[in-house]
């Protein structure tokens, strides 16, 4: 089966879109498909949809996933969207999979997870290392509608599955064992082939592991089981269940890559992963930020709408500005697995780290609008609590926060004394929503850089912001801000002792990696301004007051306390807050239009 281009661009596509030899372009076909899934889904607020919010709901309270939306998906052939183009797939680009994604998510996180990204976190280490015969047997398997399971961790060692016992031991003869029981895994009760990170050598160390491409049709019955399924709080439609092996042979075509690089091949698919997911999750927060405007709208408090009220609106305005920041950091790391994959080490994990955590932190200051109706499970607004169980699960995954606290901290003195002030900048291209960008350079990733282009764009970008209005003066005094921030973490850096620039850091360390990536969500949000300015399509954007709030509100993120906003720029913000609730329009860089 092969999956051919849209037949035409969704309106909006321009830049990037152009066509070659009769086709489409790259953008014109990542907005057709957008374009093309909201219409399938239709209203969510619309209860004759059989994929209504309320259908949804009903599915999550019952604990399976909606059928309805796995047979839509299945008619969509979203698995294609998994599987790179030379395989007969449609994946080309890391950042317009996740526009793509963020449809799925912006009504049901389980739909997301248990349809079709934890096959798409299984896949990319096959892209990355497997074999050609690999690669052809799992763009079959995919593009016919099986799913893919990916198996790294053992709860007995969490993150650290360099500790990991699981057994893929080698055969006299060849081939592999398999021995042992994996935890909490994503559909391993349904899918047709399981990825699995395995010990192929007892020896200590980061060389005694292994990952395997394994097909259930070809491991021996009664060699195996599946164990039972776990009742999760959030995403409860999620099969989220285990394996458990009893000496299973595998022939010695299952091993991915090579032997005792399993630790290497992960962490490379993780700067894929890890870059994607949390920005396909915004469309979650979207949702919500959508459904409490309709609620401050509506609600009468004190005789008047809580709209109203300037606490509300101003917790309103900073969220729609967490999702414009988060998805500017999101935007820049999936754009540099294509154009820095040297570089895309930190920067992945950096986007794992903190947007799952601001959005967790803006679904909190939503619900604070909501009241008692936050509870509320079904409803009107039982979609906001829902996305509120569903959310924190992203920022586990196959890497928790501090894992990823923990990637970032033993480069930090590196990039502290080799990149910041003075590496090049990143190029344009990076901070471009729609240019088209090269394939996705798999063989290429890095698992450590002395390279930080995102960084020095900030250094570059204070001594070329314009200073000729209020809301330039006050883009160009936070810029200002954030690099003298970043001369004090350089500074802080490089005083780290060989202890502190390990996992086992202590505290300091670890917030010396949270400011660093609120830094980089800074200079990201600068780079989209920067460019979205030159390019004047859209006015918003072009517009440096929402630059001016998102810096505003970074900075106190910091522990800055930055003057007060230029007047009007407070107005500016909650009018594109309204203008898109009314227009129905997304709350996130690309503004899409939405069916509901």
């Known amino acids: 089966m092969r999956i051919g281009t849209a037949a035409q661009a969704a309106h909006g596509a321009s830049a990037g879109s152009h066509a070659k030899n009769g086709q489409p372009g790259q953008e014109a076909r990542v907005a057709a498909r957008v374009a093309e899934l909201e219409d399938r889904f ?17 599915a999550d ?18 698995n294609a969207d998994f599987v790179p183009r030379e395989f007969g797939g449609r994946l080309e680009r890391i950042d317009t999979l996740v526009r793509v994604m963020r449809q799925v998510f912006r009504r049901d996180i389980s739909l997301g997870l248990g349809y079709g990204v934890t096959s798409f976190m299984a896949s990319v280490n096959v892209w990355t290392t497997g074999s050609d015969e690999q690669r052809k047997r799992l763009a079959e398997l995919l593009l016919s509608g099986g799913k893919v399971s990916v198996a790294y961790h053992e709860l007995a060692h969490g993150n650290d599955f360099v500790r990991n016992e699981f057994e893929a031991a080698p055969r006299e003869g060849g081939g592999y064992l398999l021995h042992g029981a994996k935890q909490v895994i994503n559909n391993a009760d349904r899918a047709a082939a399981w990825v699995l990170f395995g010990r192929t050598d007892a020896a200590p160390g980061s060389r005694s592991h292994s990952v395997l491409y394994a097909e259930r049709a070809d491991i021996a019955p009664g060699t195996y089981r599946v164990l039972p399924r776990y009742d999760a709080v959030g995403v409860r439609g999620c099969h989220l269940s285990g394996l458990d092996f009893d000496h299973s042979p595998l022939p010695p075509s299952a091993l991915v890559g090579e032997e005792g690089k399993g630790v290497e091949l992960a962490l490379r698919a993780f700067q894929i992963t890890r870059s994607a997911v949390p920005g396909m999750a915004l469309g979650a927060t979207d949702t919500s930020l959508r459904t409490v405007v309709r609620f401050a709208l509506d609600r009468q408090l004190y005789r008047r709408s809580v709209m109203r009220i300037p606490h509300a609106r101003s917790a309103l305005s900073d969220t729609f500005l967490d999702l414009l920041v988060c998805d500017s950091l999101s935007l820049t790391a999936t754009r540099a697995v294509h154009l820095l994959p040297d570089e ?28 008692a109706r936050f509870y509320a499970r079904e409803g009107e607004f039982g979609i906001f609590q829902k996305h509120v169980r569903d959310l ?12 990823c606290q923990a990637t970032i901290i033993p480069q930090m003195s590196r990039l502290a004394r080799r990149a910041w002030f003075s590496g090049e900048p990143a190029p344009a291209a990076l901070f471009r929503l729609r240019d088209d960008l090269p394939e996705i350079p798999f063989d290429r990733l890095a698992l450590a850089s002395g390279r930080d282009g995102i ?16 809301v330039a003066c006050a883009v160009h005094r936070s810029a200002l ?28 360390s670890f917030a010396l990696a949270d400011r660093y990536a609120v830094l980089l969500a800074a200079a990201s949000a600068i780079g989209v301004w920067q460019q979205a300015a030159l390019d004047g399509d859209d006015p918003f954007l072009a517009d440096a007051s929402w630059l001016a709030a998102a810096l505003h509100r970074l900075g106190r993120r910091l522990g800055h306390q930055p003057a007060d906003l230029p007047e009007g720029v407070a ?26």
């Open 571 to 596: 107005d500016r913000i909650h009018e594109e807050v309204l203008r898109r609730f009314h227009e129905k329009r997304s709350y996130d860089l690309y503004n899409t239009p939405l069916a509901g």
């Open 344 to 371: 895309t080490s930190v920067y992945a994990a950096a986007v794992k780290y903190l947007v799952p955590k601001v959005l967790t932190e803006a679904m909190h200051n939503l619900s604070i609008i909501l009241g």
């Open 42 to 58: 239709k209203d969510p607020t619309d209860e004759r949809n059989e994929l209504s919010y309320a259908r949804l709901l009903e």
């Open 455 to 470: 960084s020095a764009s900030l250094v570059e970008a204070v001594g070329t912001l314009p200073t000729d209005t209020p």
């Open 481 to 508: 801000r954030m690099m003298d921030e970043l001369r004090q973490l350089q500074e802080e850096s490089l005083a780290l002792s060989p202890q502190d620039r390990t996992a086992l850091a202590s505290p300091t």
């Open 61 to 78: 309270e019952s604990g399976e996933m909606p059928e309805a939306g796995e047979r839509l998906l299945d008619a969509l052939v979203l």
């Open 392 to 403: 924190p699960v992203l920022s586990l995954g196959h890497a928790g926060s501090a894992a």
